[in-house]
């Protein structure tokens, strides 16, 4: 009875391993890491070591708090990143609260798929690495323009601005990262200003601080020399135009002027030679007699 019972465990060992054999002959993906920088966060692993005659394909998957607490485990593919032929995955879109992910990913060849290789510890968003953000400064005016590129969606700039020489008056603004572009405006014409800024997530979670910025302030850009400079033009045109009017008619020849100014005659209701007739019927001739006045002797 022992030996059957022996038998039959060896057997159950036998079919267990040919099993696993079937399922993963394909080494599985090695080093998986993530790197995220300004919450980009990116998936990397090396390739399994053996050869695959067809091409070699990857998928990975997700596991946050909801999943593991609310949905008993359950690990979510990743739209983007299933059968695709990079080493690499961006989750940005995926990770998508401030809790701890489990990530894991397989390879896979033709039919033969590798274990999965989970990521080790589990990542969080706010272990990102905040750089410096990009930023440019312009005088437009009497005002400051400060310009950033590419920023941390979820983030926020903060701004510092002083008067050069008096850093300890530093004046603080607070920019959400999808405006992208800030106004300083009524600033001192001719004095210099500085710019620093810094990309900021939480109270703990701060980029590093850009190099200060410093430019003129010029004040009304052109102001000061176009409205006279119009004025100016205006006035020299007009008294042009009126010149050339009066040197036509002044030096204008006769022929010339018929020919520029020609008379047109007057309408027959103004003609003082007119000769108005009027018709009277013949009933009312009769009624007027000729009247000869003779003078008194």
């Known amino acids: 009875m022992m030996m059957v019972v022996m038998m039959m465990v060896v057997m159950m060992v036998v079919v267990m391993m040919i099993l696993l054999d079937q399922v993963c002959t394909l080494a599985a993906p090695s080093s998986a890491c993530m790197r995220s920088v300004d919450m980009t966060h990116v998936l990397r692993w090396r390739p399994p070591l053996a050869a695959c005659d067809t091409a070699l394909l990857y998928s990975v998957q997700f596991q946050g708090e909801f999943e593991l607490m609310h949905l008993k485990g359950t690990w979510l593919n990743a739209p983007e990143c299933q059968l695709i032929p990079h080493t690499r995955c961006d989750l940005t879109f995926d990770l998508g609260s401030d809790s701890d992910y489990n990530l894991r990913v397989r390879a896979q060849c033709g039919s033969e798929l590798s274990a999965w290789t989970e990521l080790s510890p589990p990542f969080n968003r706010r272990d990102t690495v905040l750089m410096a953000p990009a930023m440019s400064v312009t005088a437009v005016g009497d005002a400051l323009q400060v310009t950033f590129a590419k920023l941390p969606l979820t983030a926020v700039v903060s701004v510092t601005v002083w008067k050069s020489g008096d850093e300890l008056q530093a004046?603080?603004?607070?920019?959400?990262?999808?405006?992208?572009?800030?106004?300083?405006?009524?600033?001192?014409?001719?004095?210099?200003?500085?710019?620093?800024?810094?990309?900021?997530?939480?109270?703990?979670?701060?980029?590093?601080?850009?190099?200060?910025?410093?430019?003129?302030?010029?004040?009304?850009?052109?102001?000061?020399?176009?409205?006279?400079?119009?004025?100016?033009?205006?006035?020299?045109?007009?008294?042009?135009?009126?010149?050339?009017?009066?040197?036509?008619?002044?030096?204008?020849?006769?022929?010339?002027?018929?020919?520029?100014?020609?008379?047109?005659?007057?309408?027959?209701?103004?003609?003082?030679?007119?000769?108005?007739?009027?018709?009277?019927?013949?009933?009312?001739?009769?009624?007027?007699e000729p009247i000869h006045v003779s003078a008194a002797p």
Request: with cysteine.
């Open 171 to 288: 004046v603080v603004y607070t920019m959400p990262a999808d405006q992208a572009v800030l106004h300083v405006a009524a600033l001192q014409e001719g004095a210099e200003y500085c710019v620093r800024a810094q990309t900021v997530l939480d109270a703990r979670i701060r980029s590093g601080s850009t190099d200060a910025e410093c430019v003129f302030i010029t004040g009304r850009p052109d102001g000061a020399w176009k409205r006279p400079t119009t004025v100016g033009v205006t006035v020299i045109a007009m008294a042009a135009l009126l010149f050339a009017v009066f040197w036509s008619v002044v030096h204008c020849r006769p022929h010339a002027c018929q020919s520029y100014f020609h008379k047109e005659p007057l309408p027959r209701s103004l003609d003082p030679d007119w000769d108005i007739q009027i018709q009277v019927s013949p009933e009312e001739a009769e009624l007027y």
